[in-house]
């Protein structure tokens, strides 16, 4: 039963399909959609993070995947993304934490000339829900911008995130300006189109293709500092 539900509703992301009112996509005009099925799995107990890791980012993955590969093209990802962000409301309050006891500032931002967030927003949410005030810069932040927050909030984390290729030219250049003008703040970087190599060679400090690992890859880096 719980299997099934996560695989519905990673199949809703995929296809685009928001909610039981929605006629796109015609061949599953009529049922439930990403929000249905998000409300339903919550109320037979799978735990948040579960939906949004098992079903939510599983059907994200899947359009993403042929978007690389030339099978799917943007109205695709933003169909996609607009079921998956109504998803994520519902989700959102079983994330939120106690502020007064925040463990550290992360910065973060979609790069100059790229205006998808879907990324980024989880990414947000997730930090959010493991103890984090998260300065969100929202979408096409410029490289200046960047070093304007992380002025503002000495000791601040910097995540940058890119959807497209061709803005990733700008999360290299914002990575060297800000290593050159605050050589200890960690820079961590995810997108699509992103990758392990990518991130050695435009010297970030780390590079997550799922953004679960990152609180504690944070945490963990402020312990040794």
């Known amino acids: 039963m719980v299997q099934q539900i996560l695989q519905d509703l990673s199949a ?27 409300q339903k799995a919550l109320d037979e107990g799978i735990a948040a993070n579960k939906i949004l ?26 169909i996609s993304a607009k079921a998956m962000n109504a998803a994520t409301q519902i989700l959102k309050p ?9 463990k550290g500032t992360f910065i973060i931002g979609t790069v100059m000339g790229d205006l998808h967030d879907i990324g980024k927003n989880i990414v947000k949410m997730i930090m959010e829900g493991a103890g984090w005030n998260v300065i969100d810069l929202g979408t096409n932040v410029s490289t200046e911008k960047f070093v304007e927050a992380l002025q503002k909030n ?6 940058m995130s890119a959807l497209l290729t061709t803005t990733m030219v700008n999360m290299e250049k914002t990575v060297k300006i800000v290593k050159e003008k605050f050589d200890d703040t960690l820079v961590v970087i995810g997108g699509a189109p992103v990758t392990e ?14 953004p679960h690992l990152l609180p504690d890859y944070l945490e963990n880096h ?4």
């Open 12 to 38: 809703c992301v995929e296809k685009g399909k928001v909610d039981r009112q929605a006629s796109y996509p015609p061949d599953m005009k009529g049922q439930d959609g990403a929000v249905e099925l998000t």
């Open 53 to 78: 890791l098992e079903g939510l980012m599983v059907g994200m993955k899947r359009v993403g995947d042929k978007f690389g590969c030339g099978e799917a093209f943007i109205p695709d990802l933003m």
């Open 94 to 102: 079983y994330f939120e934490s106690d502020h007064s006891s925040q």
């Open 154 to 159: 000495p000791g601040a984390s910097l995540g």
């Open 197 to 210: 190599k990518f991130c050695q060679k435009i010297g970030a400090d780390a590079y997550f293709s799922t």
């Open 222 to 225: 402020i312990k040794k500092t």
